[in-house]
T-cell receptor, first 116, second 110 residues
Framework: AQKITQTQPGMFVQEKEAVTLDCTYDTSDQSYGLFWYKQPSSGEMIFLIYQGSYDEQNATEGRYSLNFQKARKSANLVISASQLGDSAMYFC?????????????FGEGTQLTVNP | EPEVTQTPSHQVTQMGQEVILRCVPISNHLYFYWYRQILGQKVEFLVSFYNNEISEKSEIFDDQFSVERPDGSNFTLKIRSTKLEDSAMYFCASNSAEQYFGPGTRLTVT
C-alpha cells in the first residue's frame, strides 16, 4: 500500500503567488515524522521542513510552511511568494516511529514550475 | 554549515565491475543511510547504518550491495557486480533529527 501519496504530478504558479503542494500519508504508528525535500534539476535533495506527529503547531521555515492535518493524514507544503528559483521537483517523505534512525519513505513527487 | 559530501559526483562503469561510492556524513550524526533514485522515479531506501552495523535494509539491498564505515568519517556503499539496472543516482544521508542528503553520485552502468 502506498504510504505517501502526492496526487499532483505537476503544478504551475505565477511568480509572487502562493502555492500548496499536496501530500497524504498512511501509517498506523502514533509517532512519526513528515519531511519535504526540494530537488532542482541539478539533482541534489534539499531539506526544506520537518513536522513531528506530536507537534502541536504547524512547522514553518521562512517561505515554507507545512499544513499538518493529523486527522486527515495530510501534510501539505505551502510556499508563499513563489520565486523563479522555486521551480523544482518536491518530495514529501515520512519517517515512521518518531525516532531518529528510521528510514524515509518518499512520495512520487510534484514538479513545480514558477512562471514569470 | 555542515553538510553531507559524496564522491565521485559521476561514475561510469561497465556491467560486472565493482564500484565503491563514498560519503562523508555530518560529523556529529549517528545514523547513516543510502538511498537511490532511478531517473524519473522516486527516491528509494536501500540501507540504514547505526553503531557500526546495518540497522535496516530494503529488499533492493541484496547480496551484491555492502556498506562499510572504514574509519571515523567515511561511509561507503559497494556494489560488487554492477548490472544495467543499477544505473541511478545514489544518495547518502545522515541525521540526528532531520535527515540531510548529500549531493548524490550519478552511477551509469554500460
Amino acid at each position: 500500500a502506498q504510504k505517501i501519496t502526492q496526487t499532483q504530478p505537476g503544478m504551475f504558479v505565477q511568480e509572487k503567488e502562493a502555492v500548496t503542494l499536496d501530500c497524504t500519508y498512511d501509517t498506523s504508528d502514533q509517532s512519526y515524522g513528515l519531511f519535504w525535500y526540494k530537488q532542482p534539476s541539478s539533482g541534489e535533495m534539499i531539506f526544506l521542513i520537518y513536522q513531528g506527529s506530536y507537534d502541536e503547531q504547524n512547522a514553518t521555515e521562512g517561505r515554507y510552511s507545512l499544513n499538518f492535518q493529523k486527522a486527515r493524514k495530510s501534510a501539505n507544503l505551502v510556499i508563499s511568494a513563489s520565486q523563479l528559483g522555486d521551480s523544482a521537483m518536491y518530495f514529501c517523505a515520512m519517517r515512521e516511529e518518531e525516532t531518529s534512525g528510521s528510514r524515509l519513505t518518499f512520495g512520487e513527487g510534484t514538479q513545480l514550475t514558477v512562471n514569470p | 554549515e555542515p553538510e553531507v559530501t559524496q564522491t565521485p559526483s559521476h561514475q561510469v562503469t561497465q556491467m560486472g565491475q565493482e564500484v565503491i561510492l563514498r560519503c562523508v556524513p555530518i560529523s556529529n550524526h549517528l545514523y547513516f543511510y543510502w538511498y537511490r533514485q532511478i531517473l524519473g522515479q522516486k527516491v528509494e531506501f536501500l540501507v540504514s547504518f547505526y553503531n557500526n552495523e546495518i540497522s535496516e535494509k530494503s529488499e533492493i539491498f541484496d547480496d551484491q550491495f555492502s556498506v562499510e564505515r572504514p574509519d571515523g568519517s567515511n561511509f561507503t556503499l559497494k556494489i560488487r557486480s554492477t548490472k544495467l539496472e543499477d544505473s541511478a543516482m545514489y544518495f547518502c544521508a545522515s541525521n540526528s533529527a532531520e535527515q540531510y542528503f548529500g549531493p548524490g553520485t550519478r552511477l551509469t552502468v554500460t
